[in-house]
């Protein structure tokens, strides 16, 4: 099954997540980034566009043979719904409307969800201000794979087989992980979602709604803009959390690779990230980065140091040792785990020198 996974456990931290402390810093000597939190007109506009596109080749592609329905729902349809669901994303930190309009924002969100097939746009939301408000965290960030993921996958072919389910476990393993009551706003959206999938199946038939259903599973699974999944928090640098990726690919996915700016300001809409990296480049120039997502997905496979164990993860505090201040007892991380602290800028810190800042990209250019 290819070449066994080296890591046996996750980077165990003892710091808070580092984006919160640069946002504070890079606000006080760059004042005018809060004058990129804005919702960016035009996003709308597109997604309004790519809903409409979606609903035109539903038509189109109805009467046609189901190879040239997948053919289609893997190089059109999916690259089309993924960047839905990244605008779903955009929408679940308010960019659409702003934070003064939360009901508009949501109710966008259910329009943008419509071609996904899958109601996830409340439920993306609630579990996903978690990950950026808890980063790493044990429980609360359930972007970090589950303790099944880390030991079942842990081989060449089964780490193939987890990017091709990836979509399965990114939607199921909230509910295990830190499950939350079902809220009246995500009953709204399957309530909206499933009459329209009946609707598309009614009018148009079975192959427009497999076209729309399997392009969103077939666009986040083993296809190149699937890659920033990985690219984003997969430590394939130590001590080293959040990646941003510089590539074309971010022209359909609203700049998501920019995602170390992105956690640094959630409340600046893609289309002004790249805008933070030119106000405050000795932030970004010397972080590790990706140049190309296919190349990540490349290397998580066969590359033996890598896998769903490489992510950071943060101690804990039990109450009683949060009342106390002890933490000497930290039976919870294992004997093996690598223990590192990092600075408020990003660079990795061991036994209180920082390591060299620039460690050079983490691949070359090939999307």
């Given at each position: 099954m290819g070449a066994k996974v080296s890591r046996d456990d996750f980077e165990w931290v003892y710091t808070e997540e580092p984006h919160a402390s640069r946002r504070k810093e890079m606000l006080a000597k760059y004042p005018e980034l809060k004058k990129?939190?804005?919702?960016?007109?035009?996003?709308?506009?597109?997604?309004?566009?790519?809903?409409?596109?979606?609903?035109?080749?539903?038509?189109?592609?109805?009467?046609?043979?189901?190879?040239?329905?997948?053919?289609?729902?893997?190089?059109?349809?999916?690259?089309?719904?993924?960047?839905l669901t990244l605008a779903v994303h955009e929408i679940a930190h308010n960019l659409a409307f702003g934070h003064s309009q939360p009901m508009m924002n949501r109710m966008f969100g259910f329009f943008a969800n419509l071609p996904i097939g899958i109601p996830m746009s409340i439920s993306f939301k609630k579990y996903h201000l978690d990950h950026h408000?808890?980063?790493?965290?044990?429980?609360?960030?359930?972007?970090?794979?589950?303790?099944?993921?880390?030991?079942?996958?842990?081989?060449?072919?089964?780490?193939?087989?987890?990017?091709?389910?990836?979509?399965?476990?990114?939607?199921?393993?909230?509910?295990?992980?830190?499950?939350?009551?079902?809220?009246?706003?995500?009953?709204?959206?399957?309530?909206?979602?499933?009459?329209?999938?009946?609707?598309?199946?009614?009018?148009?038939?079975?192959?427009?709604?497999?076209?729309?259903?399997?392009?969103?599973?077939?666009?986040?699974s083993l296809h190149p803009m699937a890659g920033h999944f990985i690219s984003e928090h997969y430590m394939f640098v130590k001590g080293y959390e959040t990646y941003s990726y510089y590539g074309p690919l971010n022209y359909l996915t609203w700049n998501?690779?920019?995602?170390?700016?992105?956690?640094?300001?959630?409340s600046i809409p893609g289309s002004n990230l790249p805008k933070v990296r030119k106000i405050a480049p000795e932030y970004y120039d010397n972080l590790p980065c990706h140049d190309s997502w296919v190349k990540v997905m490349w290397d998580f496979i066969f590359n033996p140091e890598i896998g769903p164990y490489s992510r950071i993860k943060r101690y804990r505090p039990t109450k009683e040792q949060g009342k106390n201040?002890?933490?000497?007892?930290?039976?919870?991380?294992?004997?093996?785990?690598?223990?590192?602290?990092?600075?408020?800028?990003?660079?990795?810190?061991?036994?209180?020198?920082v390591q060299n800042g620039r460690l050079g990209e983490v691949h070359t250019k090939h999307d």
């Open positions: 990129l939190m804005r919702p960016d007109p035009m996003f709308k506009l597109y997604v309004a566009m790519m809903v409409l596109l979606q609903f035109l080749v539903c038509f189109a592609i109805k009467d046609q043979s189901w190879p040239m329905i997948l053919i289609l729902a893997y190089t059109f349809g999916g690259v089309i719904n993924h960047s408000r808890y980063q790493g965290d044990d429980q609360k960030d359930v972007d970090i794979p589950s303790r099944f993921e880390t030991v079942f996958f842990n081989s060449t072919l089964l780490k193939f087989i987890w990017v091709l389910m990836n979509p399965w476990f990114y939607s199921i393993r909230p509910f295990f992980i830190n499950p939350k009551p079902l809220t009246s706003l995500e009953i709204i959206n399957m309530a909206i979602q499933f009459p329209f999938d009946y609707l598309i199946y009614h009018f148009l038939g079975f192959k427009a709604l497999a076209y729309l259903i399997i392009g969103s599973f077939m666009g986040t998501v690779g920019y995602h170390t700016e992105h956690h640094d300001f959630p201040g002890n933490h000497k007892n930290m039976e919870v991380l294992s004997e093996k785990s690598h223990r590192m602290d990092s600075n408020g800028n990003g660079m990795p810190v061991e036994n209180g020198a």
